[in-house]
């Protein structure tokens, strides 16, 4: 016969096992939760240690590969993302708990993606984009780029080869990362029409972009906004400025290659999971001081160009500048980068 509980008993009663031990049915606690503050700094989220090592207590598995289920990166629902998630704006920068927009917000308030950039993991996503997991670097002239003697893009040349190697999408960025990259991982693949502005240099100075008879559609009231164009520009910006990789995975598709210019110069085409990790590795090293789209125009209805001004420091704390010209293209229900210019403020010799 049962025994009625008592009056401010506690009603998770422990039950004895077979060995006599008493079993406690666990309480929901914070580790419950994909992420957890940590430390004295509140603006760092940091994973749920029982959530990545299977052998502590309390572990949640997930599938028999001990990955989490609840990745919180798909949504099939979201069809603008092209089967990607588009996280809501809860907890992301500039914006508040309710996902309202306060631009008064601090950037660091949720780092976890951040914290993602700079690991040596990989990540999967479903619509087929492959962020590789960290490769050791053994060559010094590599190794002075690398933190932790460690990147993601296999193929960096330590030496100019003219015939089998490429400057890298970053390399007029003086000191950041590796300038060269194997040719035989590129495309030759000119686009059939070239979206990007091309800059003007007077000597070795930077000066503006080509008079171009495209709309100016940040300026321009009289186009309805197209909010999908919108939150494309948002996620390169904040991409480059919080050093977030993951916002550029909502804005490349792997069945588009990524067509690579210099100074309006057209050099080669990567594969957009090359692209992505050659970013990654950028993102690591750099200093970012400001990266500020100030710019978008409407060449055609699927066809768009933002330009964007990049200060950051350099390896010997100098102040310098790159301009970026970013062409956004929708062939699949999204819009999705296609090309790139990066040209600098000052050639250097």
């Known amino acids: 016969m049962l025994e009625p509980e008592r009056p401010g008993s506690d009603p998770r009663r422990t039950t004895p096992d077979r060995n006599g031990r008493q ?6 606690t914070e580790g419950d939760r994909r992420f957890n ?38 949504d099939s629902t979201d069809r603008s993302t092209g089967g990607l998630r588009r996280d809501d704006n809860r907890g992301n920068p500039g914006f508040d708990r309710q996902g309202r927009d306060d631009s008064s917000l601090s950037p660091n308030r949720n780092r976890a993606r951040d914290i993602f950039t700079r690991s040596n993991e990989g990540r999967r996503y479903e619509n087929g984009l492959t962020l590789r997991n960290g490769v050791r670097v053994y060559h010094n002239n590599l190794r002075a780029y ?30 950041v990362c590796p300038p060269y990259i194997y040719r035989r991982h590129t495309y030759y693949r000119p686009p059939t029409v070239i979206y990007i502005e091309i800059p003007i240099y007077s000597g070795n100075y930077w000066r503006g972009y080509r008079n171009t008879y495209y709309d100016d559609y940040y300026l321009d009231r009289d186009y309805a906004r197209d909010r999908q164009v919108d939150q494309a520009v948002r996620e390169i910006e904040e991409a480059f400025r919080y050093s977030d990789i993951e916002r550029l ?27 992505l990790d050659i970013t990654r590795d950028f993102m690591r090293s750099i200093d970012t001081l400001e990266f500020d789209i100030y710019r978008v125009r409407r060449v055609s209805s699927s066809v768009y160009v933002a330009s964007a001004k990049h200060v950051y420091r350099d390896s010997g704390s100098r102040r310098r500048t790159v301009y970026l010209s970013i062409a956004l293209e929708r062939p699949y229900g999204r819009w999705i980068i296609s090309q790139v210019d990066t040209s600098p403020e000052y050639i250097q010799d």
């Open 146 to 175: 690398f933190r932790n003697d460690y990147c993601y893009y296999p193929y960096y040349s330590p030496t100019y080869d003219y015939g089998y190697v490429h400057y890298s999408p970053y390399s007029v960025y003086y000191g």
């Open 249 to 275: 995975v909502y804005v490349t598709d792997p069945r588009t290659r990524i067509a690579i210019f210099r100074k309006g110069r057209y050099d080669y085409s990567l594969d957009a999971n090359d692209y």
């Open 37 to 74: 503050r940590v430390g004295n700094n509140a603006g760092v989220l940091e994973p749920d240690p029982q959530r990545r090592d299977p052998g502590r207590p309390g572990f949640n598995p997930g599938d028999r590969t001990g990955r989490d289920r609840n990745t919180d990166r798909i």
């Open 23 to 28: 079993d406690r049915t666990p309480d929901r």
